[in-house]
């Protein structure tokens, strides 16, 4: 079993014990979303921490999102639950990167990958070799624009 969901099978019983509602609730749904992604597809499969923090990442992304569309439609408490069950997921995600860190990746893989010359048609290669790098600590879409910008 991989270290991570060991961890929040562990702190999943230790909120229960602290009767912590908000922890207990969004670590039974990240654990549940976890367990949806070992059963998919067509074999069961135990995953492994990267596969754990990507799942993680993505209901991270799914409670900012939803907190969007909550505050823009006037509510504030369904919002402020989103963000709150956003922070615990957070802290079992790497630490985010900031621009200056991914603006310094893309660089890196660029000039690894000879991309220059070639401009917008190596946003493909340059793209594979950072994703490893940034999953889970940098939202694609950022990334992506920052090799758009420094290739175009």
Request: net charge neutral; no cysteine.
């Amino acid at each position: 079993m991989s270290q991570l969901k060991d961890r929040l099978r562990s702190d999943l019983t230790s909120a229960m014990k602290a009767r912590d509602e908000l922890r207990s609730a969004t670590l039974r749904m990240v654990l549940t979303a976890v367990t949806n992604a070992e059963v998919a597809g067509k074999q069961a499969r135990e995953l492994s921490d990267d596969d754990v923090i990507g799942v993680l990442t993505s209901e991270g992304k799914k409670r900012r999102e939803a907190a969007e569309a909550f505050a823009g439609a006037g509510r504030t408490d369904s919002a402020e639950r989103e963000r709150a069950e956003a922070a615990v997921i957070a802290d079992y995600l790497p630490a985010r990167l900031g621009p200056e860190e991914v603006a310094a990746l893309v660089a890196e893989a660029v000039a690894r990958t000879g991309a220059a010359d070639e401009g917008m048609r190596a946003m493909g290669k340059v793209m594979g070799v950072l994703q490893p790098q940034v999953r889970g600590r940098a939202d694609g879409g950022v990334v992506a624009a920052e090799v758009r910008r420094q290739l175009g």
